[in-house]
C-alpha cells in the first residue's frame, strides 16, 4: 500500500479544514446526554449536512458526497483534528444507514437514508434485553404478524439516548415457535408510536445517557421489516459487523486523544514524573494510536480490493475500546486528584474516562469478541 494522496484527496482535505475553521462553534456544544445538549448536536449535523459532509461516503441522491473510503479517512482526520462535536446520530447514520444501503429496500433508502443523513430523524439502538445482552440471540421481545402489521411486545434495555431520539431499530422474535437466532426480524419503530414507554437510566456521570424501552401492542407495518421475515439475525450480524468495525470508531478519533494526552502529560510532566512508567506508558498509547490508523489505513485498502473483513472486525473493536480505556486511564492518573474535580478544563478527561469505562462491553463483550476470534479465526474448539 501506497500513502500518497491524490491531488483530488488533498484538496477535499482542503475543502474540509477550511469549512471546519469557519463553522465550528464558539463554544463547545452542551452535552447530547442532556435534551439541550442533543437539539444543539441535531442543529450541527444540519450544518454538516447542508454542506455535504454529514455522510460523506453515502451516494448523493441519499444525502451524502458519493466520497470512497480514503476519503472517509480525510474528513475523519480533519474533523477529529479541528475538535469538532461529537457526532450524536451515530446509530442511525453509522450502524443502520449502512445496513439499509446493505438489505433495505429502495423504498426504505428513500424514505430514511435522507432524513438520517439531515438527522431530522435521530435513532436509537434497541437490542438489548434484560436477559439478553451480549447474548442478543436470547431475545424474547415478540413481533406477531397480524395483516400487514407486526404487533410488538416487550422490553429492551441500555438504548443510548432513547430517550432523545425519533426511532429505534431492533430485533423481535416473529416466530413465536423459534429460539436463539431463527425467527427474528430486524424493525424499525417510531419512539412516538402508541404503546411505547421509555424510562430514562442515569449514567456514572448522573445525565440520561441509557433508557429502558417498553413495547405494549405497538403497531409498526410490514414495510418497517428489513430484510426478510424471521431472517433478522443476518442483518443483524451486518449491523455489528459495522458497530466493532471501522466506521463506529474511526482511528482519527483516538489519534486526536493520543495527541492531547501527550500534550496533557507535557504540561504535568514534573509530578508525573513521580511514576517512571507514565512517560513510556504515554509514548505507547501514542504509538498504539498510530498502528491502529496505519492498520485502519491497510483495512480500507483490503476492502477497495473488494475484499471483507468479517470476523475480523472483532479485533478491531477489541483494539479501539481497550485503546480508549487505557489512553483515559493514563490521563486520570497523570492529573492525580485534579481529575475527578467537574466543570474544568481538564473535565472532558473524566468524562471520557467513565464513557471508556464502558468500551469493552457494548457492541459485544470482549470476551464474546476473542471467543470470536479463537473460533473462526484461529480454528479453536467451542469452549
Same mark, same amino acid.
Given at each position: 500500500?501506497?500513502?500518497?494522496?491524490?491531488p483530488k484527496q488533498q484538496a477535499f482535505r482542503t475543502e474540509v479544514r477550511q469549512w471546519l475553521?469557519?463553522?465550528?462553534?464558539?463554544?463547545?456544544?452542551?452535552?447530547?446526554?442532556?435534551?439541550?445538549?442533543?437539539?444543539?448536536?441535531?442543529?450541527?449535523?444540519?450544518?454538516?449536512?447542508?454542506?455535504?459532509?454529514?455522510? =460523506?461516503? @453515502?451516494?448523493?441522491?441519499?444525502?451524502?458526497?458519493?466520497?470512497?473510503?480514503?476519503? *472517509?479517512?480525510?474528513?475523519?482526520?480533519?474533523?477529529?483534528?479541528?475538535?469538532?462535536?461529537?457526532?450524536?446520530?451515530?446509530?442511525?447514520?453509522?450502524?443502520?444507514?449502512?445496513?439499509?444501503?446493505?438489505?433495505?429496500?429502495?423504498?426504505?433508502?428513500?424514505?430514511?437514508?435522507?432524513?438520517?443523513?439531515?438527522?431530522?430523524?435521530?435513532?436509537?439502538?434497541? *437490542?438489548?434485553?434484560?436477559?439478553?445482552?451480549?447474548?442478543?440471540?436470547?431475545?424474547?421481545?415478540?413481533?406477531?404478524?397480524?395483516?400487514?402489521?407486526?404487533?410488538?411486545?416487550?422490553?429492551?434495555? @441500555?438504548?443510548?439516548?432513547?430517550?432523545?431520539?425519533? @426511532?429505534?431499530?431492533?430485533l423481535f422474535r416473529s416466530d413465536p415457535q423459534s429460539s436463539r437466532h431463527h425467527g427474528l426480524?430486524?424493525?424499525?419503530?417510531?419512539?412516538?408510536?402508541?404503546? =411505547?414507554?421509555?424510562?430514562?437510566?442515569?449514567?456514572?456521570?448522573?445525565?440520561?445517557?441509557?433508557?429502558?424501552?417498553?413495547?405494549?401492542?405497538?403497531?409498526?407495518?410490514?414495510?418497517?421489516?428489513?430484510?426478510?421475515?424471521?431472517?433478522?439475525?443476518?442483518?443483524?450480524?451486518?449491523?455489528?459487523?459495522?458497530?466493532?468495525?471501522?466506521?463506529?470508531?474511526?482511528?482519527?478519533?483516538?489519534?486526536?486523544?493520543?495527541?492531547?494526552?501527550?500534550?496533557?502529560?507535557?504540561?504535568?510532566?514534573?509530578?508525573?514524573?513521580?511514576?517512571?512508567?507514565?512517560?513510556?506508558?504515554?509514548?505507547?498509547?501514542?504509538s498504539d494510536a498510530q498502528a491502529y490508523a496505519l492498520s485502519a489505513y491497510y483495512t480500507v485498502?483490503?476492502?477497495?480490493?473488494?475484499?471483507?473483513?468479517?470476523?475480523?472486525?472483532?479485533?478491531?473493536?477489541?483494539? @479501539?475500546?481497550?485503546?480508549?480505556?487505557?489512553?483515559?486511564?493514563?490521563?486520570?492518573?497523570?492529573?492525580?486528584?485534579?481529575?475527578?474535580?467537574?466543570?474544568?478544563?481538564?473535565?472532558?478527561?473524566?468524562?471520557?474516562?467513565?464513557?471508556?469505562?464502558?468500551?469493552?462491553?457494548?457492541?459485544?463483550?470482549?470476551?464474546?469478541?476473542?471467543?470470536?476470534?479463537?473460533?473462526?479465526?484461529?480454528?479453536?474448539?467451542?469452549?
Amino acid at each position: 500500500m501506497e500513502l500518497i494522496y491524490t491531488p483530488k484527496q488533498q484538496a477535499f482535505r482542503t475543502e474540509v479544514r477550511q469549512w471546519l475553521a469557519q463553522h465550528l462553534p464558539a463554544e463547545p456544544l452542551q452535552s447530547y446526554d442532556t435534551r439541550e445538549g442533543f437539539e444543539q448536536h441535531r442543529a450541527w449535523e444540519r450544518q454538516l449536512f447542508d454542506a455535504r459532509l454529514s455522510m =460523506v461516503m @453515502w451516494p448523493t441522491e441519499l444525502g451524502g458526497r458519493g466520497c470512497d473510503l480514503i476519503e *472517509w479517512l480525510i474528513f475523519e482526520e480533519e474533523y477529529y483534528a479541528a475538535g469538532a462535536p461529537m457526532r450524536v446520530n451515530q446509530n442511525g447514520q453509522l450502524l443502520l444507514g449502512p445496513t439499509l444501503m446493505e438489505f433495505g429496500t429502495e423504498a426504505q433508502k428513500n424514505r430514511f437514508l435522507p432524513a438520517m443523513a439531515s438527522s431530522e430523524q435521530m435513532w436509537a439502538q434497541a *437490542w438489548s434485553e434484560p436477559n439478553a445482552g451480549s447474548d442478543m440471540a436470547a431475545i424474547s421481545s415478540k413481533a406477531v404478524r397480524d395483516g400487514d402489521d407486526y404487533v410488538i411486545n416487550g422490553q429492551k434495555t @441500555w438504548s443510548t439516548r432513547a430517550i432523545f431520539a425519533d @426511532w429505534c431499530f431492533g430485533l423481535f422474535r416473529s416466530d413465536p415457535q423459534s429460539s436463539r437466532h431463527h425467527g427474528l426480524s430486524y424493525l424499525m419503530v417510531p419512539l412516538d408510536a402508541p404503546g =411505547v414507554t421509555i424510562r430514562p437510566i442515569k449514567a456514572l456521570n448522573g445525565k440520561e445517557a441509557f433508557a429502558e424501552i417498553f413495547f405494549d401492542n405497538v403497531r409498526v407495518p410490514q414495510e418497517n421489516c428489513i430484510g426478510e421475515e424471521g431472517q433478522g439475525w443476518k442483518v443483524a450480524m451486518a449491523t455489528a459487523g459495522f458497530e466493532r468495525g471501522l466506521l463506529l470508531r474511526s482511528p482519527a478519533r483516538f489519534q486526536k486523544t493520543a495527541r492531547d494526552l501527550v500534550q496533557l502529560y507535557l504540561a504535568n510532566q514534573a509530578s508525573a514524573d513521580r511514576d517512571p512508567a507514565i512517560a513510556s506508558r504515554v509514548a505507547k498509547v501514542w504509538s498504539d494510536a498510530q498502528a491502529y490508523a496505519l492498520s485502519a489505513y491497510y483495512t480500507v485498502g483490503r476492502l477497495s480490493r473488494g475484499e471483507k473483513i468479517g470476523a475480523e472486525s472483532s479485533i478491531n473493536k477489541i483494539i @479501539w475500546s481497550e485503546l480508549d480505556l487505557a489512553m483515559h486511564q493514563l490521563a486520570m492518573e497523570i492529573l492525580g486528584p485534579q481529575g475527578e474535580l467537574t466543570q474544568t478544563q481538564n473535565s472532558h478527561w473524566l468524562e471520557g474516562f467513565l464513557f471508556a469505562q464502558a468500551g469493552p462491553i457494548y457492541a459485544g463483550a470482549n470476551e464474546i469478541q476473542r471467543n470470536i476470534i479463537a473460533e473462526r479465526m484461529l480454528g479453536l474448539p467451542k469452549s
